[in-house]
């Protein structure tokens, strides 16, 4: 695969699909609002000089029917600014999310199901929202604050040069020093102090939840000193941090004082020395002010800057893995159903693997996989589904090696079904949809029924149109493995891979529920489906056909791949 060396951010922007036109008119309404602020203030100060010379009225109505235009058009440029803005950012992150489903869904299948619990939640949500942010306050506040210093330096060149020297340095400081320094404590924050919190809530948990074992081994002590040490790290970082930050916070205040007081002393010197009108003396020290309004945003914007390189930098990765090529097989699926495991090692790359397993998945076979916890239950049952590489040892149906199978063909065959899989905040029914887009109501009602949801069903306010408010947060726990093993029991594939799936349920309801998926009398399934089960309470008289232990050995004794 090429690698792609462009900075993240620009190639997460690439993912919004931004319109040019509709970031031009955010841009134009950002600038009427902001140039309605700058044009009050030199309009305010040339009507306070003028009205200090107590000329006739009139000569003064156009002027103040004018300020109240401008107070009031700043006020709607503002209201416009925001719409567009926000309207160019949702449809970005709706397009970037689109596009982000749509290559892991067609790409490599260990991209996502590499990640972690809740990793892909955040890529496609908190991280597709700092890269959108980007739109609302770095893009368009950047483009803005540019044309408005321009525009005031511009309208100072004409009053007096060194003033509008000195307000250009000042909004430079303004503008690049003081970004600058808030992006630099952005990523102290992000990077440091992020990766020293992890590392302490980790050894505390460790201390917390271990302690009497620690203590029992003597290394209570060094685990309360690595929570110690990482505290003070999270500490350090968080100081570092909030010294540029400071600064940041300084830059912008000390301009403008610079700037204000340099202005006045310049006008002093010319109000002396030239013919310069009370009136161009007012605007020479008022309009810096509304100068810096434009800049003001920009430690912010770089901030936002900031999070979202490092948000796009994790999305990037995600997608550069899921268009990593993977063997495209061209073989149907094979008349003979058998699954043959035959010295599969399966593991993540650097990490344990499982001692070498070998046994056959007949048609209609009922299986359980037990072992400790981290024992590699889960990754061998997910190599099995062909979404991650065998380290070493075959899976082969038919004797073709499923990694030569057609992808669609071994998708439609086996399924995979986690034990974290995802509740959507739809209705019930969608939710088994997820698992196969033509299920009847009347199916559905059934099968809900059959893993125990029937009762639950009933009392539900729409019954199968009920919209789970929340995804699992509107469901316990027991419930949400029963709602995922009716996704499970209505796929149409023909072997299921079923992790941990009465996790959560007390013990003798999950007794019965594994009962009925192992046991050849069981109604849950079909006769001719197959079943594989990965469970840590395997209870008594299950009827399984084969009940197999893995074990797991280190990274550094596993076997050579073959």
Request: net charge negative; proline share 5%; charged share 20%.
């Amino acid at each position: 695969m090429r690698t792609d060396h462009r900075d993240p951010l620009l190639r997460a922007l690439g993912l919004l699909e931004l319109q040019p036109r509709r970031v031009l008119i955010a841009v134009a309404a950002g600038v009427a609002t902001l140039g309605s602020a700058l044009a009050l203030a030199a309009l305010s100060a040339w009507l306070i000089t003028r009205a200090w010379e107590m000329p006739p009225v009139l000569d003064l109505s156009v002027a103040v029917v004018a300020v109240r235009a401008l107070g009031i058009s700043r006020g709607v440029f503002r209201y416009l600014e925001r719409l567009t803005t926000h309207d160019v950012a949702l449809r970005g992150t709706t397009s970037a999310r689109a596009q982000i489903y749509a290559r892991l869904a067609a790409g490599n299948p260990a991209a996502a199901a590499g990640l972690r619990r809740g990793d892909l939640l955040a890529r496609t949500g908190a991280d597709v929202d700092a890269v959108g942010d980007v739109v609302v306050k770095a893009l368009v506040p950047i483009a803005v604050s540019a044309v408005l210093a321009v525009s005031a330096v511009g309208i100072l060149m004409f009053i007096s040069v060194p003033a509008a020297m000195v307000l250009a340095i000042a909004l430079a400081v303004s503008g690049i020093l003081a970004p600058w320094l808030s992006a630099r404590a952005a990523r102290i924050a992000e990077s440091d102090s992020s990766s020293a919190a992890v590392r302490f809530s980790a050894s505390a948990v460790t201390a917390l939840d271990h302690s009497a074992e620690l203590r029992v081994a003597g290394r209570l002590d060094a685990a309360v000193s690595d929570a110690v040490s990482a505290e003070g790290d999270v500490v350090d970082a968080t100081d570092r941090a909030a010294v540029p930050s400071a600064f940041a916070a300084a830059a912008t205040p000390l301009a403008v004082g610079v700037s204000v007081l340099a202005s006045l002393l310049i006008g002093i010197v010319l109000y002396g020395n030239t013919d310069m009108t009370p009136m161009a003396l007012g605007i020479l020290v008022l309009l810096p002010l509304s100068a810096f309004e434009g800049t003001a945003a920009l430690p912010t914007a770089a901030v936002a800057l900031t999070k979202a390189r490092l948000a796009s930098a994790r999305i990037m990765a995600v997608l550069d893995r899921a268009d990593e090529e993977i063997a495209e097989g061209d073989n149907a699926w094979p008349e003979s159903d058998v699954l043959t495991v035959d010295g599969l090692c399966a593991g993540w790359t650097g990490g344990n693997v499982t001692a070498p397993l070998t046994f056959d998945v007949r048609p209609g076979a009922r299986i359980a996989l037990i072992g400790q916890s981290g024992s590699g239950k889960t990754t061998a049952l997910m190599t099995m589904a062909g979404l991650l590489p065998p380290v070493s040892g075959t899976i082969s149906v038919g004797g073709v090696p499923i990694s030569e199978i057609e992808p669609k063909d071994l998708r439609r065959h086996i399924g995979f079904f986690a034990e974290d899989a995802h509740l959507f905040e739809t209705s019930v029914l969608e939710n088994l949809r997820v698992a196969r887009g033509d299920l009847t109501p009347t199916a559905a009602a059934t099968v809900l029924g059959d893993v125990g949801l029937g009762e639950w069903l009933a009392h539900l306010p729409d019954g199968l149109d009920t919209v789970l408010v929340g995804g699992m947060r509107a469901v316990s726990g027991g419930e949400r493995r029963r709602l995922l093993l009716a996704r499970a029991v209505v796929s149409p594939a023909q072997i299921l891979l079923l992790d941990e799936p009465t996790e959560h349920m007390d013990a003798e309801a999950g007794a019965e529920v594994l009962r009925e998926l192992l046991g050849r009398d069981g109604t849950l399934l079909a006769p001719h489906r197959t079943v594989v089960v990965v469970t840590h309470q395997l209870p008594e008289h299950t009827g399984a056909d084969q009940v197999i232990c893995v074990g797991k050995v280190s990274a550094e004794n596993r076997l050579p791949s073959r």
